[in-house]
């Protein structure tokens, strides 16, 4: 029950945020075209552009390194650095939890930016781009490899499920193919903005659902950037 206590109160915020930015694009464009723009946006801000002749190095690599960042990290808001939000997350948690129990959460993020979240993303993507002709395996920890590829965060949106409103998290990220030996050169780089999971949950806060909500939005990324790949190894 105080998990339950403590995801409201740290979105409570932001469902209001939410709330009023919905409030003010209703008054502006109508209710009837709403969805329509929302649906238009969110599939604009998700794709990923591609350059096939910089990136045809892929169709003859087996294996591609990769490595996941977090420089100059931002979360829930463009002002709100990484440090702010971890911050406001200990006060808020303080006034149902415990220092116990905020460490724990503390773990979970940490752990989830570090394991959880990647290997959800590496998942999708191997599963997607092995369908394809001339796929690459995108492994962590492949030293040998020719080429690596740098996944830097550089925003989160952990959205809210409050029982009668639900909002997906989001990540926006770069994506940076280079030559292993040479993390300073560029092959291709390009960006993803707001990949937006499902937040098909339901409502509990079992094993903090916020990350399993942010999980979702990096699977999401791995399925645009295999999308997006067919173009160069298929």
């Not at 796929?135 to 952990?158: E, M, S």
């Not at 280079?178 to 990949?195: D, E, I, M, V």
């Amino acid at each position: 029950m105080q998990q339950c206590s403590s995801g409201f109160g740290s979105l409570v915020f932001f469902d209001i945020f939410a709330e009023t930015i919905a409030v003010k694009l209703k008054n502006l464009l109508g209710l009837m075209f709403l969805p329509c723009l929302f649906i238009t946006w969110s599939n604009f801000a998700q794709r990923v552009e591609i350059d096939k002749e910089k990136l045809q190095f892929l169709s003859t690599e087996d294996t591609i390194n990769v490595v996941f960042t977090y420089q100059d990290l931002h979360v829930q808001l463009p002002e709100f650095t990484e440090a702010d939000f971890l911050a406001d997350k200990r006060e808020r948690m303080a006034t149902v939890h415990n220092s116990e129990e905020i460490q724990d959460w503390m773990t979970e993020y940490e752990a989830a930016k570090q394991q959880l979240w990647p290997n959800q993303l590496l998942s999708i993507l191997n599963e997607r781009v092995q369908e394809y002709k001339n796929g690459p395996v995108f492994t962590r920890n492949a030293p040998t490899a020719a080429y690596t590829l740098t996944i830097n965060t550089y925003w989160l949106y952990f959205g809210y499920n409050v029982v009668i409103k639900k909002e997906p998290a989001q990540a926006s990220m770069t994506l940076n193919f280079h030559p292993t030996n040479y993390p300073l050169s560029t092959k291709f780089k390009t960006t993803l903005r707001r990949a937006m999971g499902l937040n098909d949950d339901s409502y509990n806060f079992e094993g903090w659902e916020e990350m399993r909500r942010m999980g979702e939005a990096y699977e999401r990324a791995g399925y645009k950037l295999a999308k997006a790949l067919k173009r160069v190894v298929d």
